[in-house]
Each structure stands twice: as structure tokens, then as C-alpha cells.
């Protein structure tokens, strides 16, 4: 089968790989008919190749056909049309019977200290192959897949596998109030739709900050303030100017270990890439920085005794955090990886099988490529080239 696979930083090629089988009786081996490109994928274009091996099949956003099923797989049959969820969760160990789907004691990677194994993610995640290829082996699959209805095209449902339970969890973390506001920094697919999220949920005013006018645009059709930070010096007293001098309810950095702003940060990111992969991923793992400059900005601009929710991926060890500025304004902190089965029951039903969508979902992807193209869609996607916001690959 054809497969986009991972050969260095900013090196990915669609390649012929052997067609996945069936190892356990608890998998399904799926037909993908869309997947798409996810920002935390362009971590491992750029910053966290040292986990990764040459080879490794990359993506975890993918719909598609089921075409065999283990033996133990009896919610499952071939020719029905599911979408998998991101991270893979068992259902019914300690971890998944309180729906910490995340950090599934079935599949976490004990060796490397890390939660559920999540396809297409490093060997720090089980190094499991991905789902931007033709075939998917599908592990967990009594569990995981998400059964959808045939007629909506795949992007109706394609979302539900990372985008839009990770914003749910969000704008859930972030606990805003009803009437409330919130910012959301980074306007990338998943802040576009905590946003949208938002509001659907009662916030009355929602702030939206990026520096990409297509974003800010995008945002702006769906009833979003947008704030270009590129234009504004200080975007907290900004915000605050805006909500009666106190700042917003929540905010939710949708941004992550890569935002721009952080010079120095950037530096050691591109300093540590230069190392031979194993003293990289040491460094990584021992004196990782993020660069922080959003989530310091998004600090600031929470009000006092308000919520901040982290959904953009850090990766550092050694992050300097304003821990007076949290601890004096007493600033709730919620983050980690989403629980995508947690959240997915409640989000399907809004989806609309029939046009009725809730979260424009028709409204968010920007580019439909063949999966032949991915190398070039990695390299326009991280360059937010063509006003590319959400690029979605058709093996």
C-alpha cells in the first residue's frame, strides 16, 4: 500500500509499505478514504524527529471503510464506515471506566512514562503505524472506532477523530460561564473550533488571536472578535480594555510548543535538532523548552480567579512558568491529551446527517489533496502558505 512515511526533519515521502494484517483479536483493519494533516503533526516535521524512526508511517486523523475484524471484534463489521479516534483506548481498564480514555492502562507506553499510544506519534506515544495511508490495523478496535452514518461527505465526520473532541475538552477545561467570555489564542483548526464550540455552549463574547489573516477571517464568519497580535503591542491590556478591565472568564491557548515570539526558545529547539537523534531526544526529554510566549501572553490575559485551558501540545522539561503571576491571580489550570471517546457520544448527534451542523464543520477545510501530495501539503501547511488553515489527504 502507499503510506506517507517519516525519513527527517522536514523529509516525508509517500512510499510502498507492506498492507497491515491482523496481529490481535481485538483489531480491524480499516480502508482510509480521507485523513488529514493535524498542526501537532508539523511537531514531528520540525521539532520532535528524534523520536521518531525512518520509516515511520505518519497521521492520526483518519475515516475510512472497515475491511476485516479480529475475532473479539463484535461491534464491527465489514463495509461499515467509522472514524478513528487519535489516541487508542481499551474501554475497560481503571483509566477507561472513569472515560480517561488518554491515559488508558492498556496501551500506555510504560517504558518511555507516557499515557494511551496514539497512532503515528513517536516511539514517546508506541510508535504505532498512521493513518495517512491506504490501510489502517486498527488495535483496541471493541472499543475505539467510531461508527458514523453513510451520505454526509467524510468531512462531516472526519473531525471527530481528533478536532473536535480535543476543542470540546477545551471549552469543558475552560469552564466558562454562561454569558461569559473567552479568548482562544491560535486560530488553527482546533482553535477555529473552540471558538465555534464556545459559543454553541452560551459564551456570549468569544476573542479569537492570531496573526494570519485567512484565520481571522475564517473565525470572523462564525460570529468570533478576532485581535491580529501582530498589530497590537500588548494584547492583554488589549483584552482587558475589552471586559471591563478585568479580562476574559477563560482562556484557552489552542498554540502549543511552537508559537512564534520566543526567540530564545527557538533557538534551542533548532540547536537541540542539530544533535545525532539519540543526544537529541535526551536533551529533549531532560532540558526541553517550549516556546512559551503564548501561553505567558494567555496568562496574563485571564482574569483573576478565571480558568486557563491548554490544548496546544508542549513538550519541555524545564519551562519557565510565572508561577507568583498563576498562584496571586488564582488561575485554574486544566490540559492534557483529549479523551476522544469521553466527549464523541454527545459531539456526533450535532453533526447533522442531514445538513443541520452545528459546528459549520463544511466551513474549516481548506485544501483536498491526493495522499501522492502530502510532502508538498506538510511544507505549505507549516509555512501557512495559500491560506491553507485544515488540508485533508485522499489516499
Known amino acids: ?16 509499505v507492506p498492507d497491515p494484517s491482523i496481529q490481535e483479536p481485538t483489531d480491524a483493519i480499516v480502508r482510509i478514504t480521507s485523513t488529514a494533516i493535524c498542526g501537532s503533526d508539523l511537531h514531528l516535521y520540525e521539532v520532535l524527529g528524534p523520536f521518531m524512526d525512518e520509516g515511520d508511517i505518519l497521521g492520526h486523523e483518519p475515516i475510512g471503510i472497515v475491511e476485516e475484524v479480529g475475532g473479539e471484534v463484535t461491534n464491527l463489521k465489514p ?7 487519535f489516541n487508542i483506548s481499551c474501554g475497560h481498564c481503571w483509566m477507561c471506566e472513569r472515560q480517561l480514555y488518554a491515559q488508558c492502562e492498556t496501551t500506555q507506553v510504560q517504558e518511555q512514562e507516557k499515557g494511551a499510544a496514539l497512532f503515528g506519534y513517536t516511539k514517546l506515544y508506541g510508535q504505532v503505524p498512521g493513518g495517512q495511508a491506504e490501510y489502517l490495523r486498527v488495535p483496541q478496535a471493541q472499543f475505539g472506532p467510531i461508527k458514523v452514518p453513510e451520505g454526509p461527505p467524510d468531512e462531516r465526520f472526519l473531525f ?34 473552540c471558538t465555534r464550540i464556545a459559543r454553541h455552549k452560551g459564551a456570549e463574547t468569544v476573542f479569537g488571536i492570531d496573526t494570519v489573516a485567512e484565520r481571522m477571517a475564517m473565525a470572523r464568519r462564525h460570529g468570533v472578535e478576532t485581535i491580529d497580535s501582530s498589530s497590537i503591542e500588548d494584547v492583554p491590556a488589549a483584552i482587558r480594555e475589552l471586559t471591563d478591565g478585568r479580562g476574559p472568564d477563560s482562556v484557552i491557548d489552542a498554540v502549543g510548543m511552537e508559537a512564534h515570539g520566543a526567540p ?33 501572553e494567555a496568562i496574563d490575559t485571564v482574569r483573576r480567579g478565571g480558568t486557563l485551558s491548554i490544548s496546544g501540545v508542549y513538550g519541555g522539561a524545564m519551562d519557565p ?13 486544566r490540559m492534557g491529551q483529549a479523551h476522544v471517546r469521553r466527549w464523541t457520544d454527545a459531539i456526533l448527534p450535532l453533526l447533522g446527517e442531514n445538513g443541520d451542523d452545528a459546528f459549520g464543520t463544511d ?32 489516499p
Open 160 to 193: 471527530l477523530s481528533d478536532v473536535l473532541p480535543t476543542a470540546w475538552q477545551a471549552v469543558e477545561y475552560a469552564a466558562i460561564p454562561a454569558a461569559g467570555s473567552v479568548a482562544v489564542y491560535g486560530l488553527g483548526p482546533i482553535g477555529q473550533m
Open 79 to 85: 463495509g461499515d464506515r467509522v472514524v478513528i479516534p
Open 321 to 333: 512558568m510565572p508561577m507568583m503571576q498563576l498562584f496571586d491571580k488564582g488561575v485554574q489550570l
Open 1 to 16: 500500500m502507499k503510506a506517507l512515511t517519516f525519513h527527517g526533519k522536514r523529509d516525508v515521502r509517500v512510499e510502498n
Open 363 to 394: 466551513d474549516l477545510t481548506t485544501h483536498r489533496l491526493p495522499l501522492s501530495e502530502a510532502p508538498n501539503a506538510y511544507s505549505m501547511f507549516q509555512k501557512k502558505e495559500d491560506g491553507a488553515i485544515k488540508v485533508v489527504l485522499k
Open 264 to 296: 530564545g526558545a527557538e533557538l534551542a529547539q533548532k540547536a537541540t535538532g542539530m544533535l545525532p537523534d539519540p543526544l537529541a531526544a535526551k536533551a529533549i526529554e531532560k532540558f526541553g523548552t517550549d516556546r512559551l510566549s503564548v501561553l505567558h
